[in-house]
């Protein structure tokens, strides 16, 4: 399976990344979003302190910012990011609209 992430950062910026092949196994991917959500010192959304990883990849590309995404960015970075939620989510697809807060998969 091959995988794309969209990241919506406002309505005239958006990105586009190719997954990184192969994509990892689901329980290695969201391993991964735990170890990014903790080095970017993301906080949890809900008041009960459950992260589901829709949250998880919100918040991780929040703070990794616009700039991780551009030409200025690491795209080994972004396309693991995308192998990772395309993984985590079993979807070869992923969208993460930070504008509206929401993922669709």
Request: net charge negative; charged share 25%; aromatic share 8%.
């Amino acid at each position: 399976m091959t995988g794309r992430l969209t990241v919506r950062f406002s309505p005239d910026q958006e990105f586009v990344v190719a997954a990184a092949e192969p994509l990892p196994a689901a329980d290695a991917a969201r391993q991964w979003l735990d170890e990014q959500f903790l080095e970017f010192d993301c906080e949890p959304l809900r008041a009960s302190g459950k992260v589901l990883t829709a949250d998880k990849l919100l918040a991780v590309a929040d703070a990794a910012g616009a700039q991780a995404f551009g030409s200025e960015g690491d795209p080994a970075w972004a396309a693991r990011l995308a192998a990772a939620a395309c993984a985590a989510t079993g979807r070869p697809v992923v969208r993460l609209d930070l504008v509206e807060g929401r993922a669709s998969f």
